[in-house]
């Protein structure tokens, strides 16, 4: 017995819901609609977006015309699973996070141990605390990328599903910017550069660790030595210009300097001795995304308290940090920014000329003598004291004196 034609059902897009792919719409409004029936419907071509056949993975857009089946009867939502209610501690925890808050956007200064999603004896996450940072939003707020569970720092959430397709998007593209501080053992021979290793996942382990391999995919990392502690450790700016898996991670630890506190990929030697914490140094400084009202967000993360112990107790200047790898920075920098590249600048040369003899001028006084009274000059033969020299006779010019050629300018 034939099925007969189906009852077909119809939706128009509601602007909350543009950009966002079609499979996403169907949980949302049409819950209990099990995936392989969206699948099926998509291929015999009874879900189409203003006339026009769709797929699961398409996006859609506010004022498509949707038309799809009307689900059966043994499809219909099934009740949502409910998470751990949340404590006053959990409200206060989330809220205290907070630096940026608008009408689409929250960003987070996530703490150092607090993973973003929820996994095998993992109850405390970001993703649990989103429906304490709802609001007066229409919708429970949305991740839209991730931060490992010991890196801290700046992690963005969207407030509405349009945002979320918006930032996604800003994601995929690499179109988002985002600087990370981390502090490393040893120092690149090196001052700035570019890491390109390709990366995959490790086998044998899960998918939990990754490793650079030739059929991995490709992965840069953009780096800058803000500053150095003798040859012990670097403090160093990170920025990905790719986003793969423990990317800063395993590029730092491939290239002989792993980040301190990361003894999954940098074992024992990935730890200092002294007062320095054996948690991770990694830390996302600063993002750059546009915004999809207009303009952008542009906001930075302070470093949590190991990190900015560990940075006073290597007698790392903050101020330093504030001088940025990105060359697309807009508008004049600030003059905190000027101020930390004019001492950059000024540290680079006198490391430059650290342990060499300075040259003697015709005007200053040879080094041998610097902090003495310079001896008087000796008198000619014939030449009585108080009294000038002879002249020279006519014709003949005088021989130039000659000096130790000067130290190179620092560039």
């Given at each position: 017995m034939?099925?007969?034609k189906a009852k077909l059902d119809g939706a128009t897009i509601a602007e909350e819901d543009d950009g966002i792919r079609l499979d996403r719409w169907f949980k949302r409004h049409?819950?209990?609609?099990?995936?392989?029936?969206?699948?099926?419907?998509?291929?015999?071509?009874?879900?189409?977006?203003d006339g026009k056949k769709a797929d699961v993975s398409d996006r859609i857009a506010t004022g498509q015309k949707l038309v799809m089946p009307t689900p059966p009867v043994e499809t219909e939502a099934r009740p949502a699973r409910k998470g751990r209610p949340l404590t006053d501690a959990?409200?206060?925890?989330?809220?205290?996070?907070?630096?940026?808050?608008?009408?689409?956007?929250?960003v987070l200064n996530k703490l150092p141990g607090l993973a973003t999603q929820g996994g095998t004896k993992t109850e405390?996450?970001?993703?649990?605390?989103?429906?304490?940072?709802?609001?007066?939003?229409?919708?429970?707020?949305?991740?839209?990328?991730?931060?490992?569970?010991?890196?801290?720092?700046?992690?963005l959430i969207a407030r509405t599903p349009r945002a979320a397709a918006y930032f996604a998007k800003s994601f995929s593209n690499r179109s988002a910017r985002k600087a990370y501080w981390a502090i490393i053992v040893g120092v690149p021979d090196i001052q700035q550069g570019e890491i390109d290793l390709p990366l995959a996942k490790q086998p044998g382990s899960g998918g939990e660790k990754m490793h650079v391999h030739d059929s991995g995919l490709a992965s840069k990392t953009r780096y800058r030595v803000i500053e150095r502690a003798g040859n012990s450790a670097a403090?160093?700016?990170?920025?990905?210009?790719?986003?793969?898996?423990h990317q800063l991670r395993v590029h730092m630890a491939a290239i002989g300097h792993p980040i301190v506190g990361d003894g999954k990929y940098?074992?024992?030697?990935?730890?200092?001795?002294?007062?320095?914490?054996?948690?991770m140094h990694l830390h996302s400084r600063r993002l750059r995304i546009d915004h999809p009202d207009g303009g952008a967000i542009d906001i930075s993360a302070e470093v949590p308290e190991h990190f900015a112990a560990s940075l006073d107790a290597l007698g790392f200047d903050r101020l330093l940090g504030e001088v940025g790898i990105d060359a697309g920075e807009k508008g004049p920098p600030p003059k905190a920014a000027l101020k930390a590249q004019a001492?950059?600048?000024?540290?680079?040369?006198?490391?430059?000329?650290r342990g060499e003899r300075r040259g003697?001028?015709?005007?200053?006084?040879?080094?041998?003598?610097?902090?003495?009274?310079?001896?008087?000059?000796?008198?000619?033969?014939?030449?009585k004291a108080g009294k000038p020299a002879p002249k020279k006779l006519a014709g003949k010019r005088p021989t130039a004196k000659k000096h130790p050629a000067r130290p190179p300018k620092a560039s």
């Open positions: 034939s099925e007969g049409r819950e209990g609609t099990p995936h392989a029936l969206l699948a099926r419907w998509a291929r015999s071509g009874q879900l189409t977006l959990d409200i206060e925890l989330a809220t205290g996070m907070v630096i940026h808050r608008d009408a689409s956007a929250i405390q996450h970001v993703d649990g605390l989103l429906d304490a940072l709802k609001y007066d939003g229409p919708t429970r707020p949305k991740l839209v990328h991730r931060l490992d569970k010991d890196t801290s720092g700046a992690l403090w160093v700016e990170l920025q990905p210009l790719t986003g793969r898996t940098g074992g024992k030697g990935a730890f200092l001795t002294g007062t320095i914490s054996r948690k001492k950059a600048h000024s540290k680079q040369i006198r490391k430059a000329r003697r001028t015709a005007d200053s006084k040879p080094t041998d003598f610097v902090g003495k009274a310079k001896p008087k000059a000796k008198t000619k033969a014939g030449a």
